[in-house]
Structure formats: C-alpha cells, structure tokens
C-alpha cells in the first residue's frame, strides 16, 4: 500500500495563466513606449526642440508612475499587516500596469508631480476597491481622470511647447495647430470640416501613423490596430467589446455624414482620433471591468461607442473616450448584475442587444444636432468709433471660445497704426494667458504682419479670435 | 454551445492489453459511487463460484457477481473509485475459476427475443463501463430504437482502455453491434470514435465491409466529444432534453459492447474489463485487463510499481473528472477507467480576473464565475442554474488564475439541489 496526498479539482490545468496574459499586454506595450519615446523625445531633440531630458521624458513619464504604483500597493499592504514582496506584487498583483497605462495616457506636459499624484490615486483605487480582480474602475483611468479634471486648467491642453512647430516642420503647412483634433473642433463649435479637422495635421494617413498630439503612447492607431489583432488572436482580450465599440461609433458617425452630408472620412477620423483604438484595445478589454456575459460585451461596447461619441458631439468635453469608458466600467456592473438575472431569459438578452443596436442607430441623429458643416456667420460688430484729434478710438465685440460676442475689445488707432488695444470684456477661460504672455503687445508689434504671428498653444482659440478682430478693425479703419 | 477544448495530454501508450487476472483476493463494494447500496447474498465462510451473485441492488434486481471463486469473507472496509470507505464482501481467490455448472451452457445467439436479451444484459450485470455504471438493461429497455451509437470517444486525456479494446477486438465489437441490432430490431448503427485514433479507424475498417449498416462516425479531437449528448449531436445532429432514448437513440460505451460480447459468445456475466493504468508516476503504462474488484495496488505492483515523481497523486478516473486518492488500495469497480499517478502541478491560486474564459467553454453553458462570486447567495443561484454542471473540469482546467471553479460550482450544485 502506498499513501498518496489528495487535492480536491481537477488535475490537468492549461497553459493560459494570469500572469501570462499580462505579461503579454506588458510586451505588446513595448512598442507603443518606443514610440512615445521617438514622437516625444527623440524626435522633438534631433529638432532641436530639447536637450537629454527631453529625449528620456516619455520614458521617465512611464516608469515613474510604475514605480509610484508599485510603491503605493507596497505601503498598502504592510499597513495592512499583510506583507508582500515586491516581487509578488509584479507578479501575482501585476501592480505596475496600471503605472504603465497611465503613463501613456497623459499629456507629456504634465508636471512630473502631477503624474505622480495621478499615480498615486490610480494605485489607491485599485487597493482600496478590493485589490487585483476586484476593483471596479480601471485604475489607470481613475488616476487620467483625476489628473485631467482636478488639474485641466494648469495642464494647457495635450500639445507640447515644441510640438506646434514639430507638427508644422513635419507636414508643411502653414495652418496653426493648437490641441487635438478634437478639441479644435469643439473649440470651433462643433464645425466639422476637413479643413479643420484634418487638413492642419495633413492627411488621414498622419493620424493613421500617430504623428497627431495627443498623449504620450496612445496616438498610433497603426500600432493599435496590429495590437488588438494580436490580443484578440492570442485570446488575452474579449474581442466583442473592442469590436462592437469600434463598429458602433462607425455606424454613428456614417449616419451623420450621411444625415450631415459629411465626407466618408469623418468615420475614419472618429476612429483614429483622440485615443479611441488604443482605449478599444486595452481599456475596455481590462477583463476585471468589463462586461462577462457575451450579450453583455455586445451591449457594454456599443453602450461605449453611443457614450464616446455623444462625449465628442454634445458636451465641451474634448476627449471622450477616458470618461466614457469609466461611465461603462460603472454600467458593467449593472450588465453583470443582469447576466445573472437574465441567464435562463435567452429572448431577453438577445432583444436587449437589438435595442442596444437601435438606440445606436436612433442617437446618431442626437448626436449629430450640434454638428455644423459651415463656418458660423461672423458676430463681428463695431458698437461704437469716435475720433478725438489723433486717435480713432473703436469698440468692437465678436466670437470668441466661448461663444458669440465673448470678446469685447477697445482699440485706439492713431495715424495709420493700432497703438493700443484694451481688453473690456471676456467671457473666455483662459483670457489670463493672453496677459501672461503680453499677446497684445505682440499684436500691436506685429500689426501689420498678423498672419505670421502664432497663437498661443493653450488658448489659441481665443488668441486667433483677438487677432482677427483687430484684423477686421484695421479694415474698416483704413477704409 | 460552446466548442469543446483541444487538450493535448502527449502521452503515448501501448494499445496491447496485458492479462491481470489472478488477485489474491476480490472485493464487492456494497455501496457504488452513486450511493446506490447493494444488498450482499452471501454469507461469511460461503464457497463463492465464479459468476456467482454476491449482492443485488434490490431496487431494480440488478446484481453484482464475483469474478473469481472461493471462501467469503465480511468485515473489510476499502476505498471505491469516490474516495468514499465502503462495506465489501471479500472473496478469498482459490484460483479454481470455479463456475456454477449452469453456467457453462451457451444459448444460440440467433435465438435470442428481444426480452431474453434484456434479461439477460439485467442477470449478467451489464453496467455501463465509461464511468456511469448505468445499468444497460433499463437503457436497452426502450421501444423504436431507431440508431445505436456506440461511444469509442473517450475524449478525456490519457484514457485509452476503449481505444486498446477497439485496437485488439474490432471485429467482436462489430460482430456484437450487428448481433444487437439484429435482436434489438435496431436499423443502424455508427461507431463514433475520433479521427486521431488512425489506428483503430484502420482496424474497423478491415473489417466494416461485411456490416452495411454499420458506419464509423468520427468526431474531432476535443473534450468533452465524448460526453453522450455531444456524441448524438455531433453524429446525428439530434438534441435531447434528459435521455437519448427519447428521440430513439441508444448511447453505448465501447468497452460495454465488448462486455456484452463476451456475454453473448461466453455466456459470462460481467467479471472483467479493460482498465488504462497510466501517467508519469508508472513504471509501466499499460491497458489492463483486470478482475474486477481486484485492488489496484495490486495490479500497479504486478506492472513493476511506481516511478520516483514528486507529489505523485492517485487519480481513479482521467486527469479531468477523476478523483484524487490517499492510497492506492482501491477497489477496481465497474465504473474505473483508469487509473493515474501524476505529478500534481498544483499550482497557486490567484485572485479571479473575471476573464470569462469558464464561460466561454462550459460545454452546458453555465456561467461557472459567477455561479462561484454568488456562492452564498442562494437566490441568485437559483437563477443561473449549477444544476445543469456535468463536472467536465473544464472551466478549472482553462482558468487562467488556476481556481478550481468546477469543486465551487459542485458546491453550488449540492445546495440548490437540496433546498
């Protein structure tokens, strides 16, 4: 007789494991860390834009707040009296990803503290929910989220000092770019027109390759693309979220070119731009706060693609994708709530995918009501021009960031030149940047020369409005 | 439905059948693994011929005969294939091979009714020997059989005690499918075996030629291929609600066919089978025959024991449904296959990732996680129906975090189906 010890489950495991499939992730990130690293650091140096710092930047910005998260589930858990080595927490806790990903979903202009603060509540709002396999955010977001929200103001947009002048190096045109491409298009009220979309990074194929601002690993959409192929094939991912989102927010944004009467490459601009394949790829697949059920990935996708999609058209939010798909890990709980409910009801799940696919359907036309196709008629206006002796004293308002009539602007001619412009009202947030920077005086120098003088990336909206103004003022004065 | 699973197991193994067929001794379990008792008719001191009823299941009068003669003996408490310690009646072997004198006659084949085979499937204990031990006569028992299947399958990795029966016996397996289906009234019926198994594919096929109405059906490489339901579905394209006698279709296991074969040409009740002693842990990996109720320590020692391996453990059954043992002193019943020494690679459980792999393999589509998050809640569970679990193991086997759904979901499973 021979003892034997006995274990209770079954005796042949496979080969898939846990950790295999976030290293896997870990490895597919590589290429995107080297090119954030080449588009913000690298290229920018061999410009001439920055010096050593610059070129190791983007990767300081990865491995800092990896390092922070590591940090912070390590203090957790001693404080917890619960120790564990750090080599577990790589290994078993995979607490660095959500360091990794934050890293590359931020601007490269965010302060270095910024980032770590960022890290820090990323990391907590993992611990804190329960730890690996129990939170019910995706931490990296959660962290984004915070650093955009609690900092937006001091941040100043997702464009680097240099990158205007990278971008224009690069392409060759004269247009100004300021933020994303998003985010000049809801600065422009929603005016959906290649020019302004498009034209000012060049062609679809520059946001194809990622050569577009925006944060510091997640603007390729080719590499994107051969990530979410690999993931998918290699079974890390739930290929029906990333599809079904992908799919639904083409389907929206076809119906308003169609509704809109909108060229066929504002589908390929809604999928390029502003993060969405990587978010498809490696935020909505984040298996701990995604949907189980199979209906249930169908209907947490398109719910992203609907939610996207009115984040970009209907709020002044630029940037859909980060809120939308912290709106959704929220909704998954609900759609994991209804698996069980649902789970003999087969008729009911499937109906709910249908109405899921109406409801898309049905809010393009929402979506779309904001969305204009021409440039909005000029508010210009002179409200009132005296002449004492010398000086022609004018007070005009026009259209600013903020809307119609939110600048109002005194501006003194004598002779044949502006000597002086005051600003007498504004309704626009960042009119603090245009002291700061004396922008003023910068017009009055460069009057008469006004289309070579660049805007200031941060507040270009308002600075190119001001421009024009006294553009049109100097007009009718020397008429 | 979900697809089934390709499981590699690597294992190569001899398709020879060895003889182990002298135990010093054999035991009748008085309790099979579905805690179905048996009633013993015996008493101690008893001389016991060779076929002659030990004990009976009262229920259903089905019998349990003793596969070798000699002295009774009570007293003795032995480990069944469920890891459960049962009550046996052993039986001294005095290696006569003893038989009652009633039994040495053969009935004709060709004159059997439909009723005489019935009976004669219920007095000879013909059980199903993939692991049900489902009584054959209550199967057989059905009117308008339209199709016999008989399952060669035996998806389950390092089995191969049906694949060594078909290897060595393909045309008794034939020759009985046609005897059946001449005394059934069956009009066809399909061999379903892989279609990796070349070599038995070959076997059958030398001999197929004489049997219009036998064709051999095979089904992929997968797991659970062989599970009854996906045998009907993948052959016939038939779904049933609880049995395929419903739809007029008979399931059987292979080594049961060959079981009735020697009934049929012996006249022998059902004293020996074919078992897979096998995996890294032995010496020598072989398919047996073996008395049944023969020890197995027994049998490992008479095939040169055990290799050194750490953290060996004793499966009775495959790798995936099989049942760890603390010794090797268990009874072969009717319903062990095989018999498993594997290095337990057991490794550590990690926190569920909720990836929703169980989910996507569960061959009765149950949602395995969720079944094991809402384990304290009854309600819920009621809900998403553990019932339905066929315990294939393979929700633990593709978990990712090495949870061990499956024991989660037979928990689920034991309340919902006492309250």
Known sequence: MK?????????????????????????????????????????????????????????????????????????????????????????????????????????????????????????????????????????????????????????????????????????????????????????????????????????????????????????????????????????????????????SVAVISLIICLTKDIGLWFVLFNLLSGGLLFGATFMATDPVTSPMSREGQVIGGIFLGIVTMAIRYLTKLPEGVLISILIYNVVTIFINYLTVKLYSKKTVRITLVVITSILCLLSSFVIGKNIITKEPDDTYKITSKETVGNNTVYEVSGRGYAGNNSIKLKIIFTGNDVTNIEVLKSYETYTGRIYEEEYLDKIIDNQDNLDNLDTISGCTVTSKAIKEIVEKTKQDYNK | ??????????????????????????????????????????????????????????????????????????????????????????????????????????????????????????????????????????????????????????????????????????????????????????????????????????????????YPNIKVSLVKDAYPNGWERLVVKNVLGIEYVNYPSEKGIIVSNLSTIYSIYEMLEYNRPLTERVITITGPGIKKQRNVKVKIGALASEVISGLEGYKNIKNPLFIAGGPMMGNSLPTDEVIITKDINCLLVIEDHFEKNLPCIKCGKCMEVCPVNIYPVLIMENRDNIKKLKDLKPEKCIECGLCSFICPSKIEVREFVRIAKEKVNNK
């Open chain 2, 1 to 210: 439905m979900n697809k089934p699973v390709r499981i590699c197991s690597n294992n190569k193994i001899n398709y020879d059948i060895e003889m182990y067929i002298k135990p010093e001794e054999i035991y009748v379990p008085l309790e099979n693994k579905n805690g179905i008792t048996y009633k013993h008719l015996v008493k101690e001191g008893d001389y016991i011929y060779k076929g002659q009823v030990v004990a009976v299941n009262e229920k259903i009068d089905f019998p349990i005969h003793s596969s070798v003669s000699g002295y009774a003996a009570f007293g003795s408490t032995k480990l069944i294939g469920n890891g459960k310690k049962i009550k046996c009646v052993v039986v001294k072997n005095d290696f006569k091979e003893k038989y009652e004198k009633s039994k040495l006659k053969k009935k004709e084949i060709s004159t059997y009714s439909k009723e005489e085979f019935i009976e004669a499937l219920r007095k000879n204990g013909i059980s199903g020997l993939g692991g049900s031990d489902f009584p054959t006569f209550i199967k057989y028992n059905t009117e308008n059989i339209k199709c016999l299947l008989v399952n060669a399958v035996e998806c389950e990795p390092f089995i191969s005690c049906d694949k060594a029966v078909i290897h060595n016996y393909s045309e008794n397996i034939l020759e009985t499918v046609d005897n059946i289906m001449e005394i059934m009234k069956i009009p066809k019926a399909y061999i379903v075996m892989k279609e990796i198994n070349e070599d038995s594919i070959k076997n059958i096929n030398k001999y197929i030629g004489t």
């Open chain 1, 3 to 247: 003892k034997f010890s006995t274990r209770e489950g079954n005796f042949m495991k496979s080969k898939n494991s846990t950790s295999n499939m976030m290293y896997t992730v870990l490895v597919v990130l590589v290429p995107f860390i080297i090119f954030g690293t080449f588009k913000n650091g690298i290229f920018p140096a061999v410009k001439g834009y920055g010096d050593l710092y610059t070129v190791f930047k983007p990767l300081l910005y990865i491995i800092i707040p990896a390092l922070v998260c590591l940090l912070v589930e390590y203090l957790y858990y001693l404080i917890k009296k619960d120790k564990k080595t750090i080599y577990q927490l790589f290994g078993e806790h995979y607490a660095i990803i959500p360091g990794v990903f934050l890293g590359l979903i931020t601007s490269i202009n965010t302060p270095e503290w910024f980032l770590i603060v960022g890290a820090v509540i990323a990391s907590l709002s993992k611990v804190l929910l329960g730890g690996l396999g129990k939170n019910k955010l995706n931490p990296a977001l959660v962290g984004a989220l915070f650093i955009t929200v609690i900092f937006s103001s001091e941040i100043g947009g997702y464009l680097n000092p240099y990158e205007d002048n990278v971008i224009r190096d690069l392409i060759k045109i004269d247009a100004i770019s300021s933020a994303t491409p998003l985010s000049n298009m809801t600065a422009e009220g929603y005016l959906v027109t290649y020019d302004n979309l498009v034209a000012p990074f060049g062609t679809l194929w520059t946001f194809f390759f990622g050569k577009i601002p925006g944060a510091i690993g997640e603007t390729c959409s080719f590499l994107c693309i051969i990530a979410l192929i690999y993931l998918i094939y290699a079974k890390v991912i739930k290929w029906r979220i990333p599809v079904s989102y992908l799919l």
